[in-house]
């Protein structure tokens, strides 16, 4: 039995902004994973992730020449104090779920982290205690399973589809060196 294609896990470049617009649209037009609700021109993408390069890592997942996913890290609060902690973000293809892609993109995301000196990763998940058709808990289970604990819950605090959407925030810490 031939072995999976293995993932390559590289930095982004601005040429991959159309691959990770075009795995990002589908979760604004067809879900509640995100509270956006039009999708960026290509150029503001870019500009999106020229903005996070400044100071944080943006990570893509590829296999076979495929760009299948990506995550990176943002600020969590512009205040000098929190410069220890950072707000993180994933997509995956969504014919992609399932390959490990998400687990291999945010081990070498917090890898990246921990070595830049942050303590504390924080994600803000879209929830719903009743799944939907555009909202499940998945976000939430593949978190725990990284590790994340949830440390806050605001409710009703989003509109969107004609449904009414909770934000939780997970956090991770990580052990001061």
Not at 11 to 40: C, G, N, Q, R
Not at 48 to 60: D, S
Not at 140 to 160: L, P
């Amino acid at each position: 039995m031939a072995e999976p294609p293995s993932i390559i896990i590289r930095d982004a470049v601005l040429a991959d902004a159309e691959a990770m617009l075009s795995i990002y649209a589908p979760y604004i037009e067809k879900t509640a994973i995100t509270f956006e609700v039009e999708v960026p021109s290509i150029e503001a993408f870019g500009q999106r992730i020229r903005h996070v390069q400044e100071k944080y890592p943006w990570l893509v997942a590829v296999c076979n020449d495929e760009l299948l996913g990506y995550a990176y890290l943002g600020e969590f609060k512009n205040r000098a104090a929190y410069a220890h902690s950072a707000e993180t973000s994933i997509y995956v293809r969504m014919d992609a779920h399932g390959r490990g892609i998400g687990r291999t993109l945010y081990n070498s995301l917090e890898e990246k982290a921990h070595a830049m000196g942050l303590l504390n990763l924080n994600a803000c998940i879209a929830y719903t205690e009743t799944a939907d058709d555009y909202l499940t808990d998945a976000s939430v289970r593949f978190h725990e399973r990284m590790g994340y604990v949830q440390c806050a819950h605001f409710h009703q605090c989003a509109r969107k589809f004609g449904h009414w959407y909770d934000m939780i925030w997970m956090e991770k810490l990580f052990e001061r060196r």
